[in-house]
T-cell receptor, first 111, second 112 residues
C-alpha cells in the first residue's frame, strides 16, 4: 500500500527565503506525481505534475523534482512571498489515476 | 467556464438521512473522482470513474454510492448518513487518468 510522508509538517519563514518541501513515498511504481496547493477552506489547486519518466518540472518560481527510484520528490519555492502561505500537498498517482495524498506541509511566509 | 462545480457547499444531516452531493464539470473530462478530507487522515479516495457508465471503488467506498450516466456529472450518494461521514468532500476531474486533476471547492458535511 502506497504511503506518503511530507516533511516538515509546518514551516514559518520570512519573506524572500528560498524553500524546499519534501515528499517521500513507499511504492516507486508510480505513474506520475502531482503537487497541489490548498488555501484554508478552499479546494486544491494543481501546481505541477511530473511524469514518472521526468526528473523535474518548473512553473515560475516553483520547481519540482522527482527521484522515483528512491521514492522522493521535492518542491522548491524561490523568493517566497506572503501569498505563498498555504498547505502544500504531494500526491503520487497510479496509472488508474488514483491519487494518494500526504498530510501536507503548512507554510507561513511572514512579511 | 465554470470548471468543477460542487453543490451544496454546506450541509447538516441527521443520522440515518440520505442525500446526494453533486459534482458537475464543463471541461469534457472523462475522469472524475470523489475524495474526503479529514483532520489527521488527509485526502482519501472514495469512488472514481474513467468515463460515462464506468465506476470503481477507491480506498474508503463503504456507505457511498456513485453513478456516471453522463460525462458532465458524477453524484455521490450517502445512503444512510453516519457521524463518521462528517467530512469535507471534494470532487476532482481530469482529461483522463494520469493527467492533471482539477478539484472543486468542496462540500462541508456535518452529520449529527
Amino acid at each position: 500500500k502506497q504511503e506518503v510522508t511530507q516533511i516538515p509538517a509546518a514551516l514559518s519563514v520570512p519573506e524572500g527565503e528560498n524553500l524546499v518541501l519534501n515528499c517521500s513515498f513507499t511504492d516507486s511504481a508510480i505513474y506520475n506525481l502531482q503537487w497541489f496547493r490548498q488555501d484554508p477552506g478552499k479546494g486544491l489547486t494543481s501546481l505541477l505534475l511530473i511524469q514518472s519518466s521526468q526528473r523535474e518540472q518548473t512553473s515560475g518560481r516553483l520547481n519540482a523534482s522527482l527521484d522515483k527510484s528512491s521514492g522522493r520528490s521535492t518542491l522548491y519555492i524561490a523568493a517566497s512571498q506572503p501569498g505563498d502561505s498555504a498547505t502544500y500537498l504531494c500526491a503520487p498517482s497510479s496509472n488508474t489515476g488514483k491519487l494518494i495524498f500526504g498530510q501536507g506541509t503548512t507554510l507561513q511566509v511572514k512579511p | 467556464n465554470a470548471g468543477v462545480t460542487q453543490t451544496p457547499k454546506f450541509q447538516v444531516l441527521k443520522t440515518g438521512q440520505s442525500m446526494t452531493l453533486q459534482c458537475a464539470q464543463d471541461m469534457n473530462h472523462e475522469y472524475m473522482s470523489w475524495y474526503r478530507q479529514d483532520p489527521g487522515m488527509g485526502l482519501r479516495l472514495i469512488h472514481y470513474s474513467v468515463g460515462a457508465g464506468i465506476t470503481d471503488q477507491g480506498e474508503v467506498p463503504n456507505g457511498y454510492n456513485v453513478s456516471r450516466s453522463t460525462t458532465e456529472d458524477f453524484p455521490l450518494r450517502l445512503l444512510s448518513a453516519a457521524p463518521s461521514q462528517t467530512s469535507v468532500y471534494f470532487c476532482a476531474t481530469g482529461y483522463m487518468a494520469g493527467q492533471p486533476q482539477h478539484f472543486g471547492d468542496g462540500t462541508r458535511l456535518s452529520i449529527l
